[in-house]
């Protein structure tokens, strides 16, 4: 698949949360844009971005929060983020 999948599921498994459920949805999307100015060729640009959404259903309801820090301590920040949300809206 790619590099970076056996540690993005290392760290999924660790996460702590005390929600019903919760999932992760990774996506890496990259791109090559081309153009022209006046009849002459710009350089290429070349995009590369990463990030997760963490999905979490508490109390029968689901909120989400996303991060581009995919590391333990980013990802673990962004599922309490999406807990916070969940817990306020079910309250």
Request: aromatic fraction near 10%.
């Amino acid at each position: 698949m790619f590099d970076f999948h056996p540690q993005l599921k290392q760290r999924f498994a660790a996460l702590r949360t005390r929600a019903e459920f919760f999932s992760l949805r990774y996506v890496r999307e990259s791109g090559q844009y081309l153009s022209v100015r006046k009849n002459v060729a710009e350089p290429p640009y070349f995009n590369h971005d990463q990030g997760a959404m963490l999905t979490v259903r508490l109390k029968g309801v689901e909120a989400y929060a996303a991060t581009n820090d995919l590391s333990q301590v980013g990802l673990q920040a962004a599922l309490e983020r999406a807990e916070a949300q969940a817990q306020l809206i079910a309250d």
